[in-house]
């Protein structure tokens, strides 16, 4: 059974920082590529980074050179380091591959003075 769990959310000013972590069980994320989502309050879903399995990396455009995605093989764990936030950013955060599956309960980023 896939699981996983998201954390490192919290509310930040503009312009600060947060590290995302992905932990993973019952999937090994090194052989499949996966994906940082986010939907905020009233808006769809989308999708905001993705890693393949050779670790190839693309990101949505409203994130470009702020975000970046990285996955450690031997904890089985995603990443998603967020810099130079933005109020726009504040939305619930997703982990999940990008050929489906269940959600976890994601991690809420808050970004507000």
């Known amino acids: 059974q896939v699981q996983l769990v998201e954390s490192g959310g919290g509310l930040v000013q503009p312009g600060g920082s947060l590290r995302l972590s992905c932990a993973a069980s019952g999937i090994t994320l090194s052989i499949n590529r996966m994906a940082w989502y986010r939907q905020a309050p009233g808006e769809q879903r989308e999708l905001v980074a993705a890693i393949t399995i050779g670790g190839s990396t693309n990101y949505a455009d409203s994130v470009k050179g702020r975000f970046t995605i990285s996955r450690d093989n031997a904890k089985n764990t995603l990443y998603l380091q967020m810099n130079n936030l933005k109020p726009d950013d504040t939305a619930v955060y997703y982990c999940?591959?990008?050929?489906?599956?269940?959600w976890g309960q994601g991690t809420q980023v808050t970004i507000s003075s």
């Open positions: 999940r591959p990008t050929h489906g599956g269940p």
